[in-house]
Nanobody
Framework: QVQLVESGGGMVQPGGSLRLSCVAS????????MGWYRQVPGKERELVAI???????NYGDSVKGRFTISRDYAKNTVYLQMNSLKPEDTAVYYC????????????????WGQGTQVTVSS
């Protein structure tokens, strides 16, 4: 059983900062890609930032230069530092990870967290 748990969401004024965290727990053999997506009502879930096991990163165009993803591989944790936040960053942010479990180490499955709300408003 694998679980992703996010924390760190909340409300912030435009121009402010927030840091999201996501911890993966359970019978984890290895984690490849780990990262963040976001979704607003009526729209598709979109990429925010992801980081591979070898450290390569990919960011959504709207957050480049403002958001930074990082991972603590020993703790199975991924972070998202969000700076210069804008009202259009308001969304539910979901943690995502491709994980191989000890039960099926040859197979990679995609897991999602429950989501954390980020609201940017004055």
């Amino acid at each position: 059983q694998v679980q992703l748990v996010e924390s760190g969401g909340g409300m912030v004024q435009p121009g402010g900062s927030l840091r999201l965290s996501c911890v993966a727990s359970g019978s984890i053999f290895s984690i490849n890609v780990m990262g963040w997506y976001r979704q607003v009502p009526g729209k598709e879930r979109e990429l925010v930032a992801i980081e591979s096991r070898v450290g390569s990163t990919n960011y959504g165009d709207s957050v480049k230069g403002r958001f930074t993803i990082s991972r603590d591989y020993a703790k199975n944790t991924v972070y998202l530092q969000m700076n210069s936040l804008k009202p259009e960053d308001t969304a539910v942010y979901y943690c995502n990870a491709d994980i191989r479990s000890y039960a099926w180490p040859s197979r990679s499955d995609t897991y999602w967290g429950q989501g954390t709300q980020v609201t940017v408003s004055s």
